[in-house]
């Protein structure tokens, strides 16, 4: 073994030789083949440069330049499309803050590496700050932007444009409101002013007056055009995180005077519903006689509080009895998304009357329903987040230690992965873009979770995927929570995934299932704790979220009732029809008919309690006996007596069912059900409409497949696998066994990592002649320190006691052992070594070749006999190779022709 290992560096020490003496002018587009491109790739994390995600030039992808195909709008179907007809379908990349604001050379050279990745769009983000757009020296002055700023945004959107890429524009970030421009108390609004921005008459007009100084006034000298007249300008998005239920969430005291302001508009909006404090105290007394006003609170006097039980200054939150009993706190959610919807219509109007013609939106709280449905009611796309193992601050600052859990996305089971997240926000008549999304470092299952979200994105159909950050600054050469530059995990993986999912490789659901939320749903503040568990159901099939008033009367695939209130008439077909909380109204004085009744059901009931019942395949497998409550529960007897009912659940005493199903309309009716059983309802009965092979059982055996059969999510032992015709990939836990999907197989004995096969000609595996084959696993910055904070393995939280610096490794070392990679039956690579990362491309007869550590062995069969090589610096030099490829030190890239 050892004179292996001697005679191998002997080899590299000769190879690295040969790459001195033998150099030749660098290589022609020609002499490295179609798919890679005129230049030799850079992969490397650590090279001055800014790398490359992919030996493969991906730009193709790319339509450009933009405005070939008109303005973007949204459809009436709830998708973006072009004025040609064409669908937008966005994979994107922020560019944020100072990464900004760069020479114009720094710009040019992303803008080509975006385009080589085949990102379509580049969302700018945190423009409008002291160090932005908004410096504070010009606070107050009549041109209030900086126009030396203003120029790269000019450069970004015309170098964009030209390139195909399309730009999302934020408005309000980070923007420091100012005393000189009239905003009071500006000491105490903070960077962006929330939530006082979204109700401040003052605030509202200095936004409407950078708007129109930004998208109207001012024109772009490198296009000639307005960016409102630009069509490489393509969403606008209002404001960032921003607005009341945010506050409320976070539990922020509002300062003064805006307290006062949002609690005279709070008593003008109550005022004007109830007219009288006697009136207010009969409404808010709900079915159980608790009052939700407060003593000595008078409408009369304007003194009915914004935070109940809460402290003073905060917005009130979590139900209760006394003022946190339900009819307040719905009202005040009814009175927070009526402010949103004001601010919306007021900027969106504006916006239109001055030519701004593409959608608008606006990023609240996205995973607030009663939030969610004012940006629905008044905009035009939805823009939601995910973030998987957000770094949890330590005492709310960006300060170390840092915590988080190091849980692989593929085995979470509580609704926290990209499927769930996303479809919780998205809604079936707009858009939705993820405008921000991640795995955030220094979580080590970064490159499951990449493929994760593009392969669920697919499956979901989303309109636009922009992942959060990629850093421009020169000065940047390590790992960080959120910049992908030069992370090998993360950007390794964002070229293939622009090919994936703007290519269409992985098929989207066969069906959807829509998630109904009347208007007594979306405002009645309980239970939607319970949504991401039943929102698991989009590992299987597409879901939306649908609002509507009182009764859902839409043609749908599968309808699931939301069941936060029994508020809503469900008259329809195709539907599971449960309600787990029993109030009618939002003031919670009507609990008189439960949901199955009011959606034709009136079936006799027993009374509520728990039993022990035996099923028969639906919920649980047949012949099971296990116990559950029903809060109440059907009568057998009466279940039984109807012709088209059949019961779910049969008590072992004979007295009552579990829920029933409804073989007219093809419904599946309960009166309540936990989360859980929620989630195993809605498969079970999708699959009974659809597919036999869907069920609970995917529950039991924490095993999804997906309708159209090409993603399988085991999260029991976290592997994910993607085989469609033209993309195989495996991910996650590699070393626990074969990992197999599709046509693919890899046997590796590197305990995480990712392993994609894609087709560039769309041919099959066993036909494909052109195609990339890659896997990554982990990287870490060097002298990174990490700790356990509390718990034990694999339920740990962790500390990140320090950040480290370059150089970025992935602790690649070689191996005898390492990866076997076999497609459609045959071998198609042997990479030895643990750990790092490497990439192979055929094109025709010739294969491309990287690995990051030297010294790895790699067999690549029917590849050579001929070998060169390709150095950072352009050059290349015949190397020997005998069928066993060392890799050497130096190299960028070897050709096997």
């Known amino acids: 073994m050892l004179l292996r290992w001697k005679l191998i560096a002997l080899a590299m020490l000769v190879l690295a030789g040969l790459l001195s003496t033998m150099a030749r002018p660098a290589p022609t587009r020609e002499d490295l083949g179609g798919v890679i491109g005129a230049r030799v790739p850079d992969l490397d994390p650590n090279s001055d440069g800014l790398p490359d995600s992919s030996l493969v030039d991906f730009s193709a992808l790319l339509d450009a330049p933009c405005g070939e195909r008109g303005f973007l709008f949204t459809g009436r179907d709830g998708n973006f499309y072009f004025e040609d007809g064409t669908r937008g379908r966005f994979w994107g990349i922020n560019v944020a803050k100072d990464s900004v ?14 385009a080589r990745a085949g990102f379509n769009l580049v969302r700018l983000h945190h423009i409008d700050g002291v160090t932005g757009l908004l410096p504070l020296e010009r606070a107050g002055s009549e041109e209030r932007i900086d126009p030396e700023k203003l120029a790269a945004i000019d450069h970004w959107i015309a170098a964009c444009g030209r390139r195909g890429i399309y730009v999302y524009l934020d408005l309000l970030d980070f923007r420091t409101f100012t005393e000189s421009e009239g905003a009071v108390n500006a000491r105490a609004l903070g960077r962006g002013a929330k939530p006082y921005a979204v109700f401040n008459e003052r605030l509202i007009e ?10 109207v006034d001012h024109v772009n000298p490198e296009t000639g055009l307005s960016y409102a007249d630009d069509p490489t300008v393509c969403m606008i998005e209002l404001c960032d995180e921003n607005g009341l239920f945010e506050a409320q969430r976070k539990r922020q005291r509002l300062a003064a005077p805006y307290r006062e302001e949002l609690q005279r508009r709070w008593n003008f909006w109550l005022r004007s519903r109830y007219v ?70 007021q900027m969106r109007g504006f916006l239109r009357e001055r030519g701004v013609r593409v959608p608008i939106t606006a990023v609240t709280d996205f995973d607030c329903i009663p939030d969610l449905r004012s940006v629905h009611d008044a905009l035009d796309f939805v823009g939601a987040n995910y973030y998987y193992d957000h770094p949890r601050l330590n005492e709310g600052n960006w300060q170390l230690p840092m915590y988080f859990v190091n849980h692989s996305p593929i085995g979470d089971n509580e609704g ?64 960080d929570f959120f910049d992908v530059s030069r992370d090998p995990t993360r950007w390794g993986l964002a070229a293939l995934g622009a090919r994936v999912f703007l290519g269409r490789e992985v098929a989207e659901a066969n069906r959807q299932i829509e998630v109904g939320y009347s208007r007594v749903d979306s405002y009645f503040r309980d239970g939607e704790r319970s949504l991401p568990e039943l929102y698991r159901a989009a590992h299987v099939a597409a879901m939306r979220g649908r609002f509507f008033d009182e009764v859902f009367d839409h043609e749908s695939d599968l309808v699931v009732a939301s069941g936060l209130s029994s508020g809503a008439i469900y008259s329809g077909r195709r539907a599971v029809i449960s309600a787990e909380h029993r109030a009618e109204d939002l003031l919670n004085r009507r609990h008189e008919a439960s949901l199955a009744e009011k959606s034709g059901y009136p ?21 099971v006996r296990a116990e559950r409550a029903t809060h109440p529960g059907f009568s057998l007897r009466s279940v039984e007596a109807h012709e088209h009912y059949r019961p779910i659940g049969r008590s072992t005493d004979g007295s ?125 910055n060097t002298g990174e320190e990490k ?111």
């Open 101 to 114: 604001f760069q020479p114009t050379e720094r710009i040019d050279e992303a803008v080509q590496a975006f």
């Open 206 to 215: 200095l936004q409407m007056s950078y708007a129109r100084e930004l998208l």
């Open 276 to 345: 009288t404090t006697e009136s207010l105290r009969i409404a808010w007394t709900d079915w159980r006689g608790n009052c939700a006003l407060g003593a000595g609170e008078s409408l009369e006097e304007g003194t009915v509080s914004l935070h109940g039980d809460a402290e003073p200054g905060q917005l009130a939150a979590g139900l209760g009895t006394g003022t946190q009993a339900a009819g307040r706190l719905n009202d005040l959610a009814q009175f927070m998304a009526s402010v949103h919807r004001e601010y919306f219509e």
């Open 416 to 479: 926290d992965s990209f499927a769930p997240s996303a479809a919780l926000s998205a809604l079936a008549d707009r858009p939705i873009v993820m405008r921000e999304w991640g795995v955030c470092w220094p979580n080590k299952f970064r490159a499951p979770g990449m493929l994760e979200a593009i392969a669920y994105a697919s499956l979901q159909d989303i309109d636009g995927m922009i992942l959060f950050t990629y850093d421009t600054r020169p000065v940047v050469h390590r790992l």
């Open 603 to 623: 079936v006799d009931t027993v009374p509520a309690g728990r039993a022990l019942f035996e099923w028969g395949g639906t919920l649980l497998s047949a012949g």
């Open 656 to 780: 009552r069912a579990f829920g029933l199903r409804d073989m007219r309309r093809d419904n599946w009716v309960y009166h309540s059900l936990d989360p859980e059983d929620k989630l195993r309802a809605t498969i079970d009965a999708y699959g009974q409409l659809y597919d036999e092979r869907i069920s609970h059982e995917y529950v039991d055996r924490r095993r999804f497949v997906s309708d159209t059969r090409q993603i399988i999510r085991n999260e029991s032992a976290e592997v994910l696998s993607v085989g469609s015709p033209t993309f195989q990939a495996v991910a996650g836990a590699l070393d626990t066994a074969t990992t197999a999907s599709g046509e693919l197989r890899v046997t590796s004995t590197s305990s995480i990592g990712t392993v994609c096969w894609l087709s560039l000609d769309g041919k099959f595996p066993a036909e494909s002649l052109r195609w990339v084959l890659k896997m990554l696993t982990i990287a870490v």
């Open 787 to 897: 700790s356990i904070h509390v718990g034990e393995r694999e339920r740990a939280i962790f500390a990140l006691d320090a950040v480290g610096d370059g150089p970025v490794t992935t602790l690649g070392r070689p191996s005898e052992r390492g990866t076997v990679v076999e497609l459609a039956g045959r071998q198609v690579a042997v990479v030895g070594m643990v750990n790092g990362s490497w990439e192979i491309v055929r094109d025709g007869g010739t294969y491309y070749v990287y690995c990051d550590t030297p010294g790895v062995a790699i067999t690549v069969p029917g590849a050579g006999p001929f070998a060169e090589a390709y150095t950072a610096g352009g050059q290349r030099a015949e190397i020997d190779y005998d069928g066993t490829l060392i890799w050497p030190t130096g190299a960028r890239l070897v050709a096997l022709r």
